[in-house]
């Protein structure tokens, strides 16, 4: 990895839980399972860190590219949303997943959770729907939002559609697709100004499929 400048997600793991090692730190190298933004769940390796009195998880891989913090020091509960380890003894939470539960919800990063923002009612994934998809999402600190449908791989063609946000302590959204099908809708941080037409930071996806 030090001579190529590449590596995989063991790779970053363990050097990490070295680095840890030579740094006097409990960084402990872990595998599982791991969701991605497109519902897909496959092999990957982390790290759980030992801080004080408390355990703390760490995706160096998922920061990596590009580079962020994003799952640096994640609560348990809230890395439990997207990572399944091996051994139970890794969770260092009592949320209940596993293989099948790991996927029944949307997808929301730790800056969902950050931001104080949570859906209204039950969400479940995928959302089966008729025409638009709505959702309403509890918004106390009134960030302005943004969101798009984008066509999985599972829908022909690779369509998406800019969703209508209504914004408030209740943000709400509907996304209308061009075509029916599989969608993600991305939920995101509205562009700062001087950047139109770019996404801030990921917050939530939620699989929807228009019948």
Same mark, same amino acid.
């Given at each position: 990895?030090?001579?190529?400048?590449? %590596?995989?997600?063991? $790779? +970053?793991?363990?050097?990490?839980?070295? !680095? %840890?090692? +030579?740094? %006097?730190?409990?960084?402990? +190298? &872990?595998?599982?399972?791991?969701?991605?933004?497109?519902? $897909?769940?496959?092999?990957h390796a982390w790290n759980v860190a030992h801080v004080?009195?408390?355990?703390?998880?760490? $995706? @160096?891989?998922?920061?990596?590219? =590009?580079?962020?913090?994003? +799952? #640096?020091?994640?609560? =348990?509960?809230?890395?439990?949303?997207?990572? #399944?380890?091996?051994?139970?003894?890794?969770?260092?939470?009592?949320? *209940?997943?596993?293989? &099948?539960?790991?996927?029944?919800? =949307?997808?929301?990063?730790?800056?969902?959770?950050? @931001?104080?923002?949570?859906f209204i009612g039950e969400v479940g994934n995928p959302?089966?729907?008729?025409?638009?998809?709505? !959702?309403?999402?509890?918004?106390?600190?009134?960030?302005?939002?943004?969101?798009?449908?984008? @066509?999985?791989?599972?829908? &022909?063609?690779?369509?998406?559609?800019?969703?209508?946000?209504?914004?408030?302590?209740?943000?709400?959204?509907?996304?209308? =697709?061009?075509n029916p099908g599989d969608y993600q809708i991305l &939920?995101?941080?509205?562009?700062?100004?001087?950047?139109? %037409?770019?996404?801030?930071?990921?917050? @939530?996806?939620?699989?929807?499929?228009? *019948?």
């Amino acid at each position: 990895m030090f001579r190529s400048r590449v %590596g995989v997600c063991g $790779d +970053y793991a363990s050097l990490l839980s070295e !680095l %840890g090692k +030579y740094a %006097g730190l409990d960084v402990k +190298y &872990v595998t599982g399972y791991a969701r991605t933004w497109d519902d $897909d769940v496959g092999y990957h390796a982390w790290n759980v860190a030992h801080v004080g009195d408390q355990y703390l998880m760490i $995706d @160096a891989t998922w920061d990596s590219r =590009p580079y962020s913090t994003e +799952y #640096l020091f994640v609560p =348990p509960a809230i890395f439990a949303q997207s990572h #399944l380890p091996d051994r139970e003894e890794d969770l260092h939470t009592n949320t *209940e997943i596993n293989r &099948v539960t790991i996927g029944a919800h =949307p997808l929301m990063t730790p800056s969902f959770y950050a @931001a104080h923002l949570s859906f209204i009612g039950e969400v479940g994934n995928p959302m089966f729907t008729k025409g638009p998809a709505r !959702l309403a999402i509890d918004n106390p600190e009134q960030h302005a939002l943004v969101a798009f449908a984008f @066509a999985t791989r599972r829908t &022909v063609g690779g369509a998406y559609s800019t969703c209508t946000v209504t914004p408030g302590n209740k943000t709400t959204i509907s996304c209308l =697709p061009p075509n029916p099908g599989d969608y993600q809708i991305l &939920v995101a941080s509205a562009p700062m100004k001087n950047e139109p %037409g770019s996404v801030g930071v990921p917050w @939530a996806f939620v699989h929807t499929i228009e *019948e």
